[in-house]
């Protein structure tokens, strides 16, 4: 891995940090599951989340994959915070740095031909359009599995904000289930944090596969013990269910796991408590 943690590479994956901030609720109050022995080994995997008083200090981050054979053409997963007029302002560390880091990374947003949302949140889709109601990647299809959609409120900012000026704009493409985008990269629908929430393998030449994991895995005490749910979950069993079986299947494979919260991207996978 090359870079600084604000834009970080690992070969044809490039993590961009949007924003990075203090979490509204303290770290066990957001995990009220987790143990003493969870705890101790959530610290020595990422000490930076843990701040003063029981702070969770949080990275708000997205990724982006490169076309193979050297081309300009870009995946970008997840769409960070937003600026400051965005439906992430309530709550979220706004306005976010995403428009400088694509400029920095040297990604033109016009050669983004695809914006993958792992799911409705409004930290993951504030860059999705700009405050005149028009998508903020000209030349991307967005992708987000239908029953995300179909779950959302239609009250729920991030409606007006991402998902009926993307409509208008016939940019929004909704998919059922596991989809291929193209080869080596393939949209796994892992539900549970929200009713549609998908996941990103991305398959590599040199067998060092990366898994986006959007927010199945928000914090180090998730990778520590995988059965610890997160308060935010809508339906902690199934979280549970998605996230146990993701980090399976990286631990089976090698798979690196490509983290939107974490203080490190890239981190490796772990199936059991230290």
Do not use: N
Request: charged share 20%; glycine share 10%.
């Amino acid at each position: 891995m090359t870079g600084s943690l604000d834009l970080a590479r690992d070969g044809d994956v490039t993590a961009l940090l949007d924003a990075t901030g203090v979490f509204f609720k303290s770290a066990r109050d957001a995990f009220p599951g987790a143990g003493a022995a969870d705890w101790a080994a959530a610290a020595a995997l990422d000490p930076e989340a843990f701040g003063p008083g029981d702070a969770w200090r949080l990275a708000f981050r997205c990724f982006a994959v490169a076309d193979p054979g050297g081309t300009d053409g870009w995946t970008l997963i997840d769409a960070g915070v937003g600026p400051a007029e965005g439906p992430g302002a309530p709550w979220c560390p706004v306005p976010g740095r995403l428009p400088e880091l694509l400029v920095t990374a040297g990604i033109d947003r016009a050669d983004i031909h695809t914006v993958v949302l792992t799911h409705l949140h409004e930290d993951h889709t504030g860059w999705a359009a700009d405050s005149a109601g028009q998508p903020f990647f000209p030349q991307a299809r967005y992708v987000v599995q239908r029953a995300e959609t179909a779950a959302l409120d239609r009250r729920d900012p991030v409606w007006d904000w991402v998902v009926e000026p993307l409509r208008t704009a016939g940019q929004l493409h909704e998919v059922e289930g596991r989809h291929r985008l193209r080869p080596g990269v393939t949209l796994l629908p892992t539900p549970g944090h929200t009713p549609g929430h998908q996941s990103v393998l991305v398959e590599r030449p040199d067998g060092r596969d990366v898994l986006v994991t959007g927010d199945l895995l928000v914090h180090a005490v998730q990778l520590a013990a995988p059965g610890v749910a997160y308060g935010h979950e809508r339906d902690p069993a199934t979280a549970r269910a998605s996230r146990e079986e993701l980090l399976a299947r990286a631990a089976d494979s090698g798979a690196l796991l490509a983290t939107a919260h974490l203080s490190r991207p890239f981190v490796e996978p772990r199936t059991a408590p230290a």
